[in-house]
């Protein structure tokens, strides 16, 4: 009888996400990526994303990979940390994000951890598959001589990994 009570009171889980952006590839490219006195001439960064909770705010892992060329050379960074989303609005996709990692310049011979905060919008378009994606950044490296700052504008794809 209690078997009955239960099943006839229960609600329906399921182990899949309402968001079909639950986990995300995306490529960017940096419109600006400045630091330092020096603004890069070419620069892009890829990040995955996933959900940690299922309703929101969404909040969940981003690791990202990224690399802008000066002049003088080209400096590459690895970073993970924490992206919290909004998803307010199934048009528009407000995120924020705090991640920290290693920054890595060849010709300067400098390997630094970093902490950057930021955060973007995602926006929907006529494709389930694709979103487009505008994001800014603000990055600390801890140097050891002296720490600076890098500011970062950016625009890219983003892709549903989940299906």
Do not use: W
Not at 43 to 66: N, W
Not at 67 to 82: E, P
């Amino acid at each position: 009888m209690l078997a009955v009570v239960l099943i006839g009171f229960g609600s329906p889980a399921s182990a899949q996400s309402r968001d079909p952006y639950f986990s995300t590839f995306s490529a960017n490219y940096d419109v600006v990526y400045h630091e330092t006195g020096a603004t890069s001439n070419a620069g892009a960064h890829f990040d995955l994303a996933s959900t940690f909770k299922r309703d929101v705010p969404f909040i969940g892992p981003v690791g990202e990979f990224g690399f802008n060329h000066f002049d003088g050379g080209t400096v590459a960074s690895v970073m993970g940390g924490v992206r919290v989303r909004a998803n307010t609005d199934y048009h528009v996709l407000p995120y924020v994000e705090l991640i920290l990692g290693l920054y890595h310049c060849g010709v300067c011979d400098i390997n630094d951890f970093a902490l950057q905060g930021g955060g973007g919008v995602d926006f929907r378009t006529a494709s389930p598959n694709i979103r487009i994606r505008v994001q800014f950044d603000v990055r600390h490296v801890f140097d050891a001589v002296s720490g600076f700052n890098a500011e970062r504008f950016s625009a890219g794809i983003v892709l549903p990994l989940n299906k």
